[in-house]
C-alpha cells in the first residue's frame, strides 16, 4: 500500500545556527552537548517513518520529548531545519506558501491539545472554520458542520458558544472541525490530554468507532502510554527528538527495545494491549453426531493432555465436556451421548477481544471457545495461556499445550500481576 | 564654578528656528496645507450635521444609543446632562466642541488603527514606533501648537491636528496589545485551517483583539476631549473657547460653565464607547455583531427622528 505520509530524517533545531547544530549533530554530539555548546536546542533529530492510509499513527513521549514540535513539522506549523514530509507527492518542508496553504485546506488539519476553539464563533462558526476559509457558501458551510457536529453528537449545540461547553464536549467541537473539511490526514496534538480520566476513556472510544467508519489517516500525539497501545495501529516512543522505537502495540509491549521503553511498558495493562487471538491455540474437537464420539473425545483428550473439549454440532460449537464427567459416564456407566453429559454454557469470544475481557470467561476454568464471525470454532484459549501472557514471560512458543499446567503458587502470582488497575 | 556651558555652548533653539522658518515653511507649507485638506472635508461633514440637527433629537437620539449600549443609567444621566448643556446656552459650543472631537477621533482610528495592526506583526515597526509614541506622549503640547500654527495657520484644523497627535498613541498601543494578546493557539489553529494573512486578522486576530482596541478609542476619546481647551489657543472654537476667553477675561461663571460643559459631554461619551468594549459576558462581540449593534442603535436614532414632527 502506498503511504499516505511519509517522514524523511526530519530534524529541527531552534537557535541562531540551526545548520551549525545540525553538522555538530552528525559529527555525533549529543542534545545536551549542543544546548552547553551553543545555546541552541534539538527539538527533533532524524525522524523517518510512513503511515499508511487509514491507520493511527501514535507518537507517545513524555513531555520535552519533541512530539508536539514534530506534528507541527507534518503541516508546517513549524518547518523543518531540514528533511522531507511528503502528503502524496508534496513536499511540506519545501513546497510554496500558496502550495502549502492549498494542503492544510484540503488535506490536513489538526486537533489541538486546549481545544483552540474560537471563542468569538459559534460552535457551527467553529466547525465551519476550514470551509469559510477554502470560500465556501454560508448555506453549505452550515450543513457541512451540521453534518460533522452530529458525527460527534453535539448537532443540538450548533449555536452555542464554545464557552458554555464543558471540555470534553469542545474536544468533540475540536474534532468535528478537523473532520468538516473531510481531509485525508487528521494531526492530533495531545487532544485528551487536557481531559478528566473518565472523559478521556470515552472519547477515546469514540474516536476508534469514528475511524472505523471515517478511516482516516490519523497521527496522534500522547504522553500517555496506555491511550497510546489503546489507539495506535503503529506506535513511536519519543525520546530527546528521536524515535526510540516504533512497532505495534504487542511488539512494543512484548519487545522493549532499550531500558527506556521497558521502564514505561512494566506498569501497562498487558490486559489490553494483547487480544484472544495473541493466546489461542488449535482447537482439539469432536462432532458431537460422530459415532464413538465419546470414546474418541477421551481419547484425544488423553493424547493432547487436555482436560475439557469443545463438542461441535455441524463446526459450531455445541458445548464442552470435561475428562473428569466424560470418563465417569463413558466409562463407569456406559452412557455414551455427549450431550448427556456437556457443559452448554461455555465462554465464546472472538480474535479480538482483549485478554482484559476474559478475566469472567476464564473464571469457570474451562478453555475459552474462540469463534470466528460466522460462530465456527477457529481456536481455544487455556485459562493458563491468559495469564502467561499477563505475566509477561510467555515468549511464542510457551503458549502451546507445555503452558497448560503450571504449578499451582505459580498461578496465583501470575494472576495477581495481571490484575488490572 | 566651570560648568561645560563655557566651553561649548549649543545653540538648539537658533537651530530649531531656522530649520522651521527657514526650511519647513517656506519648502513645505503648501503640502501642510494640502494635508489638511482631508480634515477639513470631514469636519465640514460632521459640523454641519450637527448644527442641523435639531437639539431634542440629538438628544432623544443619543439617550437611545446609550440606553441600548449602557444601560437605563447612563441614559438617564445623558438626557438630563444634554437638557442641561441647553439650559446653560451651551448647546452650540458642545455641538462644535463634539464635531471637533469626533473629527479628530476618526482620524485618530484611521491611522492608528492599521498602525497598530502593522506594529503587532512585525517587530522591528514596532522598535521604530514606539519611541515616537512615547515622544508624543511626553511632549507638553505647547510645544508643539507654535509649528502647527507655522505650517497650519490657526483655526479648527490645526487644533484638530494638534488634538490628533496628542491622542493617537493609546489606540496604537493598544491595539497592537490587543492583537498580540491573542492566543497563540488560537493563531496556530486559523493558520493549520489554511488561512492566509488577511482571513487570519479579520476572522481570528481583530475580533478577539475588539476589546483591547475598544479600550484604546475610549482613551483616545478622552485625551481629546483634554485638548479641548488648548486646542481653543490656536483659534479652535466651542466650549473650549468659552473656557478660554473666561480665563482672559477673569470671567469665573463663564469657563465653569465652558468646563461642565466638556466635563458632562466626556462623561456620557466614555460611558458608552467603554460599552461598546465590554458587552455583557465574558466572551467578545464580533465585529460584525458589534457593527450591527451599533448600527441598529443608529437605526433607533433614525426612527426616533422620523417618528418625530420636525
Known amino acids: 500500500m502506498k503511504p499516505k505520509i511519509r517522514v524523511e530524517g526530519v530534524y529541527k533545531i531552534f537557535g541562531e545556527d540551526p545548520q551549525g547544530a545540525l553538522d555538530a549533530l552528525n559529527a555525533g554530539k549529543s542534545k545536551i552537548e549542543i544546548f552547553e555548546e551553543t545555546g541552541q536546542t534539538v527539538g527533533v533529530q532524524d525522524v523517518s517513518f510512513e503511515v499508511g492510509e487509514g491507520e493511527i499513527f501514535v507518537v507517545m513521549g513524555l513531555s520535552g520529548s519533541g512530539k508536539s514540535t514534530l506534528v507541527r513539522t507534518f503541516n508546517g506549523l513549524i518547518p523543518p531545519t531540514s528533511g522531507k514530509i511528503l502528503i502524496d507527492d508534496d513536499d511540506v518542508a519545501s513546497c510554496s506558501a500558496e502550495r502549502l496553504r492549498k494542503i492544510r485546506r484540503e488535506k490536513i488539519t489538526m486537533v489541538f491539545q486546549h481545544f483552540a476553539l474560537f471563542p468569538h464563533k459559534t460552535v457551527a462558526e467553529n466547525v465551519a472554520y476550514g470551509l469559510k476559509i477554502k470560500g465556501e457558501s454560508a448555506a453549505s458551510r452550515r450543513k457541512k458542520a451540521l453534518a460533522a457536529l452530529e458525527q460527534v453528537g453535539l448537532a443540538a449545540y450548533a449555536d452555542s458558544l464554545p464557552g458554555e461547553l464543558s471540555g470534553g464536549m469542545q474536544q468533540r467541537v475540536g474534532l468535528a472541525r478537523g473532520l468538516a473539511t473531510d481531509p485525508q490526514i487528521l494531526l492530533m496534538d495531545e487532544p485528551f490530554g487536557a481531559l478528566d480520566p473518565l472523559i478521556r476513556r470515552e472519547m477515546q472510544d469514540e474516536l476508534l468507532h469514528l475511524q472505523k467508519i471515517l478511516k482516516k489517516t490519523i497521527i496522534f500525539i500522547t504522553h500517555d502510554l496506555n491511550e497510546a497501545l489503546l489507539l495506535g495501529d503503529k506506535i513511536a516512543i519519543m525520546k530527546d527528538g528521536r524515535f526510540v522505537q516504533v512497532g505495534t502495540a504487542q511488539e512494543i509491549v512484548d519487545n522493549p527495545a532499550d531500558d527506556y521503553v521497558a521502564a514505561f511498558v512494566a506498569d501497562i495493562d498487558r490486559g489490553r494491549v494483547f487480544e484472544a487471538g495473541h493466546v489461542v491455540t488449535d482447537p482439539v474437537t469432536v462432532e458431537q453426531n460422530e459415532k464413538g464420539a465419546a470414546e474418541k473425545a477421551l481419547q484425544l483428550m488423553e493424547e493432547h493432555n487436555r482436560n475439557a473439549l469443545y463438542v461441535l454440532d455441524n463446526k459450531k460449537v455445541a458445548g464442552l465436556v470435561t475428562y473428569q464427567e466424560l470418563s465417569v459416564a463413558a466409562r463407569e456407566e456406559g452412557r455414551t451421548d455427549l450431550t448427556e453429559v456437556m457443559v452448554t ?14 478475566y469472567g470467561a476464564a473464571s469457570a476454568g474451562h478453555p475459552i471457545a474462540v469463534t470466528d464471525k460466522r460462530g465456527r470454532l477457529t481456536g481455544v484459549i487455556e485459562v493458563e495461556a491468559v495469564f502467561s501472557q499477563l505475566s509477561g514471560d510467555a515468549s511464542e512458543d510457551e503458549t502451546g499445550e507445555e503452558g497448560s499446567t503450571p504449578p499451582a503458587e505459580e498461578k496465583t502470582e501470575t494472576a495477581q500481576g495481571g490484575t488490572p488497575r | 564654578m566651570i560648568s561645560p556651558a563655557d566651553f561649548v555652548q549649543i545653540p538648539l533653539d537658533d537651530w530649531v528656528n531656522s530649520f522651521v522658518r ?29 448644527h442641523w440637527l435639531p437639539m431634542l433629537v440629538f438628544t432623544v437620539g443619543l439617550t437611545l444609543i446609550a440606553d441600548r449600549t449602557a444601560g437605563r443609567g447612563v441614559a438617564l444621566f445623558s438626557l438630563v446632562a444634554l437638557i442641561f448643556i441647553d439650559m446653560i446656552g451651551l448647546w452650540a459650543e458642545t455641538m462644535t466642541t463634539l464635531s471637533m472631537i469626533l473629527t479628530s477621533v476618526f482620524f485618530c482610528a484611521v491611522i492608528g488603527i492599521p498602525l497598530g495592526i502593522w ?12 519611541p515616537i509614541l512615547d515622544i508624543m506622549q511626553t511632549i507638553p503640547s505647547f510645544v508643539y501648537l507654535v509649528p502647527i500654527v507655522m505650517l497650519f495657520g490657526v483655526g479648527m484644523v490645526p487644533g484638530i491636528i494638534a488634538t490628533i497627535i496628542f491622542a493617537l ?29 488577511w482571513q487570519m486578522l479579520w476572522e481570528v486576530q ?33 466650549l473650549g473657547l468659552t473656557v478660554y476667553t473666561g480665563l482672559g477675561r477673569l470671567n469665573v461663571g463663564a469657563a465653569t460653565t465652558g468646563g461642565i460643559g466638556i466635563v458632562l459631554l466626556a462623561i456620557i461619551l466614555d460611558r458608552i464607547t467603554q460599552s461598546l468594549g465590554d458587552k455583557k459576558g465574558v466572551q467578545t462581540p464580533s465585529l460584525w455583531q458589534s457593527l450591527r449593534s451599533l448600527f441598529s442603535a443608529s437605526k433607533a436614532d433614525v426612527g426616533a427622528q422620523s417618528g418625530k414632527p420636525a
Open chain 2, 22 to 50: 527657514d526650511f519647513l515653511v517656506p519648502n513645505f507649507r503648501p503640502a501642510f496645507r494640502a494635508m489638511q485638506v482631508p480634515i477639513t472635508k470631514v469636519l465640514e461633514q460632521i459640523d454641519t450635521f450637527f
Open chain 1, 345 to 358: 454454557d461455555v465462554p465464546v469470544v472472538d480474535q479480538d477481544t482483549p485478554l482484559n475481557e476474559l
Open chain 2, 119 to 130: 506594529t503587532a506583526r512585525s517587530d522591528r515597526v514596532l522598535l521604530v514606533v514606539r
Open chain 2, 169 to 197: 498613541p493609546p489606540i496604537i498601543r493598544l491595539t497592537n496589545l490587543g492583537i498580540r494578546n491573542v492566543r497563540g493557539d488560537l493563531i496556530e489553529a486559523a493558520e493549520a485551517f489554511g488561512s492566509t494573512r
Open chain 2, 206 to 238: 481583530l475580533p478577539l483583539a475588539l476589546r483591547t482596541i475598544m479600550a484604546g478609542l475610549n482613551q483616545t476619546l478622552m485625551l481629546a476631549l483634554s485638548m479641548v481647551v488648548i486646542a481653543a489657543l490656536i483659534g479652535a472654537g466651542g
